[in-house]
């Protein structure tokens, strides 16, 4: 009884701990950063004489500079420092799609200037405000992991074994630094049973009837939305309202994984220590079946499914030894010192045994992929 109540409270901390961890972590985590707000709605004219919206930029990440087109001072030198910040920037898939939007000024009272709208070139004098968006420091925030794992019998009827591993946003080693750490929330478990059937049949039957069954998932939940790839997961979630396109976003955004396993394997009635060998007994037979099953989805692949079937049977069947001893009893052979060893010449007129197996297999895959353009 003491075994089977520990069995019990192991199970009870896992289950605890699978669910208790990642809450506990939410509830620590907080942003070191400045939340400043959304940009207000903007209408600009750029330089091929097009609409420039805030809508063009929805859903991208972009930094907003405010220069002076002719000023010979400290324009070119923010032009050529925005310019360092994209080569910095140029290759990092989280960074990839950070757009640069320049505002300024321009003194079209030149240009505009036409026959029936005379304008006065002159020199135009003020001040012009724009939102900015500034960054500053790196994330420095780390993650956690743990690793849980239970082993438990019944017996010699059945064994369990369950493992489960988790790991935040920002867990890495003590050397790495924030861009190395991982970016990625993982979740999974496996468990594996194996039952010993042929224990719940009576005794004198002899069949050995051995039951194996495995299941695992994998749930990898990135920080950034792939599609978009700058925009945090949350916070795309947040903001979608409709139910159906915020589990879609989900779904292509999580990595799942899922392997499944049933297993029938060397299933055959053992013979008694006082039954005579048959060549045509069913204990000459072992049967096995299999089956594998794995499911997944991720960004590129919509759904993929393979299923694996395999069976076999094998027969077995060893003859009893029947030598015969043609010159045994040859006299003269035996009392000859040259000849005598050929008085123990034998050779077997039967095989030793039978030997063959059947193995049929059968596969199932499909795969569709999704459209990520």
């Known amino acids: 009884m003491k075994n089977k109540s520990y069995i019990g409270i192991s199970f009870i901390v896992l289950i605890f701990g699978i669910w208790a961890v990642p809450k506990i972590i939410a509830k620590f985590q907080k942003s070191d950063l400045v939340e400043i707000g959304p940009v207000p709605a903007f209408e600009l004219i750029d330089q091929n004489e097009k609409k420039i919206s805030n809508k063009v930029y929805l859903g991208k990440v972009y930094v907003v500079e405010f220069f002076f087109s002719t000023c010979p001072t400290i324009c070119p030198k923010m032009n050529q420092s925005m310019l360092q910040l994209q080569e910095a920037f140029y290759g990092n898939p989280n960074f990839g799609l950070v757009r640069t939007l320049m505002v300024g000024i321009k003194n079209n009272t030149k240009t505009l200037a036409t026959a029936t709208h005379p304008l006065n070139p002159r020199y135009i004098k003020g001040e012009a405000w724009f939102d900015e968006l500034r960054m ?44 190395e750490r991982s970016r990625e929330d993982l979740r999974q478990y496996n468990i594996v049973t194996n039952l010993s059937l042929g224990k719940l049949l009576p005794k004198k039957w002899g069949v050995n009837l051995p039951f194996n ?158 459209s990520v353009s």
């Open 136 to 179: 500053s420091e790196m994330n420095n925030k780390g993650g956690m992991a743990a690793v849980s794992s239970m082993d438990a019998n019944l017996a010699d009827f059945a064994t369990v074994s369950a493992s489960g591993k988790m790991s935040t946003i920002g867990f890495g080693t003590l050397d790495q630094g924030p861009n």
């Open 213 to 370: 069954y495995s299941v695992g998932e994998d749930f990898i939940t990135p920080k950034y939305d792939p599609f978009n790839q700058d925009v945090e997961l949350q916070q795309l979630l947040d903001v979608t309202t409709n139910a159906s396109e915020k589990k879609n976003i989900k779904d292509r955004a999580i990595d799942y994984t899922k392997r499944k396993s049933i297993n029938f394997i060397g299933v055959k009635k053992e013979r008694s220590e006082k039954q005579k060998p048959h060549f045509y007994d069913p204990e000459n037979v072992t049967l096995s079946y299999s089956y594998n099953e794995v499911d997944k989805h991720n960004f590129e692949t919509e759904s993929y499914l393979d299923q694996q079937v395999k069976t076999a049977a094998d027969y077995t069947f060893a003859f009893q030894p029947k030598p015969l001893e043609p010159l045994k009893k040859v006299n003269f052979i035996k009392k000859s010192e040259y000849w005598k060893m050929l008085s123990d010449f034998n050779f077997n007129y039967l095989p030793t045994n039978i030997n063959f197996s059947s193995n049929i297999m059968r596969q199932y895959n499909k795969q569709q992929f999704r």
